[in-house]
């Protein structure tokens, strides 16, 4: 069965990663794509790696526009996207990439983001671990999806399997995350130009600031914590896309190392997308460059008692849109890894 599909913000970074890997995705169509001030042009300016897709021009991003598809994958701003779905028909399948729909409580909404709250949907990490089971759970026939946020569900899954295995404590979280500028989006901005970001390493949103916080503290939640508290430190290196998270966490008292790797090996060993490196083996973003997959390395530091993660992910792939895809096959009923690859692109 094809199913039509309409991508917004068609003319970014996350909207083009979208058609790249729709393009090749055996039921989906994609038949409309949209965008704010370059609409009217043709896509090909703005994705001319989408050789595939050069005859679609940019449309208006409205209702209308949108309304009429089967599928609806929206790659806008924050704040933006909200304007939007609530006038799309029910039937329609919607995954809005932007924060729109993430956060379940209307204060965190207000405190990182602010401007009007729009509520929460469906969550877009499949393989999350939560109380109840898994964040497929709440995917299957689902009608409105939030895609996450590619660091906060790159730190979510690093965490939840020793927090779901009560094998770490949640209240001594640190994660520092080297990204790449893509994951910030294409508007133009001075420190991200290349001559700002070649050659160095910039930190930002220093000090518990950055909007992803309360989303990870979410899905920690979820996963069995009754409070989760991180601190969360990402830092701008020169790579266009990627995402290498460095997690770590106490250890319970009394837990032994072959535990802790056991809570991890155990959470994904049925995840197609997410795998656990041997012992001693550590990921590189160049390993996940273009894949759905998040490659996972652990060890376990005795000294201080804690553990120690390193996840990779392509932020436009598993962290963006390969999740909102996975998401969606999900909820149309389709196998989970249609269209999407566990192989990435090397060198």
């Not at 295995?165 to 910030?184: M, N, Q, R």
């Amino acid at each position: 069965m094809s199913f039509s599909v309409a991508v917004a913000g068609a003319s970014g970074y996350a909207g083009g990663e979208l058609l790249r890997l729709l393009a090749d995705h055996p039921d989906f169509d994609v038949r409309t794509v949209t965008a704010h001030a370059n609409a009217g042009q043709p896509l090909v300016d703005h994705q001319p790696h989408l050789r595939s897709l050069r005859h679609l021009v940019l449309e208006a991003t409205t209702p209308e526009v949108l309304a009429g598809h089967d599928v609806v994958f929206l790659a806008l701003p924050h704040g933006k996207s909200g304007e939007v779905t609530a006038s799309l028909p029910p039937e329609t399948l919607v995954v809005d990439c932007g924060a729109d729909h993430r956060l379940v409580d209307e204060t965190d909404w207000d405190a990182f983001y602010g401007g009007d709250y729009f509520g929460a949907w469906a969550y877009g990490v499949p393989e999350l671990q939560t109380s109840t089971g898994r964040g497929r759970d709440a995917l299957v026939g689902a009608k409105r999806i939030a895609a996450p946020g590619c660091n906060a569900s790159t730190v979510a899954l690093s965490l939840a399997p020793g927090i779901a295995a009560g094998v770490i404590e949640p209240l001594d979280l640190v994660s520092v995350l080297a990204v790449g500028p893509s994951g910030a989006g294409k508007s133009l901005k001075v420190n991200l130009l290349a001559s700002e970001v070649l050659g160095t390493a910039n930190p930002y949103a220093v000090g518990g600031t950055h909007r992803h916080i309360p989303e990870i503290t979410q899905s920690l939640r979820a996963a069995g914590a009754d409070r989760a508290s991180i601190s969360f430190t990402p830092v701008i290196v020169p790579m266009s896309r990627g995402i290498l998270a460095t997690s770590t966490a106490r250890i319970v008292p009394g837990t032994t190392a072959a535990a802790v790797r056991e809570a991890w090996e155990t959470a994904y060993a049925d995840e197609p997308f997410v795998q656990v490196l041997p012992e001693g083996s550590f990921p590189r973003t160049a390993d996940v460059l273009g894949a759905n997959t998040a490659l996972i390395g652990l060890a376990v530091d005795e000294t201080v008692g804690r553990v120690v993660v390193v996840t990779a992910v392509d932020n436009l792939v598993k962290g963006t849109a390969g999740a909102a895809i996975q998401s969606a096959n999900i909820a149309l009923g389709l196998p989970e890894t249609t269209g999407l690859s566990v192989n990435g692109v090397a060198p």
